[in-house]
T-cell receptor, first 110, second 115 residues
Framework: QKEVEQNSGPLSVPEGAIASLNCTYS??????FFWYRQYSGKSPELIMF????GDKEDGRFTAQLNKASQYVSLLIRDSQPSDSATYLC??????????FGQGTTLQVKP | DTGVSQDPRHKITKRGQNVTFRCDPI?????LYWYRQTLGQGPEFLTY????????KSRLLSDRFSAERPKGSFSTLEIQRTEQGDSAMYLC?????????????FGNGTRLTVT
């Protein structure tokens, strides 16, 4: 069993819609969770992180964490074609080492 | 903050040759990580350093792989006797590593092709 699991997609949404990306993790020792965006051929770039149960909002992005269900999600409001990318979910503990999921490909269609 | 720098950006080598990659982290970051990423997969952890100490190495990592961070600044990753399966993007990242939620900042990566 992979430690961090994501649906590889692709997830296709129309421009202006809400994109919902999900992630589950198996290691209950994971304390913080990160969402990275990766464009084809580029390196991952941080979108946001969360370590407390509940929601965290940053602009058009909202991260949600439910430790009891071992579930993390990312909502992207008002999706734009420029949001089309692979979104990586990662979990980490005290060492700072992150374990990544395989990523979900998002396609935002104009 | 000049970001994480990796060199070279691309490397093509023949099977059996040795290759070495360099990573310069963000200057105030004390933790440095190496990851490997193949097409369609997320980054896979290889090893990490806190200052000059190598604190963890993936059990999946072959003995042909070695990493150093001699003065706690830049790091090198060497692959000896390369195999075609080593073809991947090698990513370096750094972090402050002091607080919960300290994010990893990635470099642009070194793309290795073994022919």
């Amino acid at each position: 069993q992979k430690e961090v699991e994501q649906n590889s997609g692709p997830l296709s949404v129309p421009e202006g819609a809400i994109a919902s990306l999900n992630c589950t993790y198996s290691d209950r020792g994971s304390q913080s969770f990160f969402w990275y965006r990766q464009y084809s051929g580029k390196s991952p770039e941080l979108i946001m992180f969360i370590y407390s149960n509940g929601d965290k909002e940053d602009g058009r992005f909202t991260a949600q964490l439910n430790k009891a269900s071992q579930y993390v999600s990312l909502l992207i409001r008002d999706s734009q074609p420029s949001d089309s990318a692979t979104y990586l979910c990662a979990g980490g503990g005290n060492t700072g080492k992150l374990i990544f999921g395989q990523g979900t490909t998002l396609q935002v269609k104009p | 903050d000049t970001g994480v720098s990796q060199d070279p950006r691309h490397k093509i080598t023949k099977r059996g040759q040795n290759v070495t990659f360099r990573c310069d982290p963000i200057s105030e970051h004390n933790r440095l990580y190496w990851y490997r990423q193949t097409l369609g997969q997320g980054p896979e952890f290889l090893t990490y350093f806190q200052n000059e100490a190598q604190l963890e190495k993936s059990r999946l990592l072959s003995d042909r792989f070695s990493a150093e961070r001699p003065k706690g600044s830049f790091s090198t990753l060497e692959i000896q006797r390369t195999e075609q399966g080593d073809s991947a993007m090698y990513l370096c990242a750094s972090s402050l590593g002091q607080t919960l939620g300290s994010p990893l900042h990635f470099g642009n990566g070194t793309r290795l092709t073994v022919t």
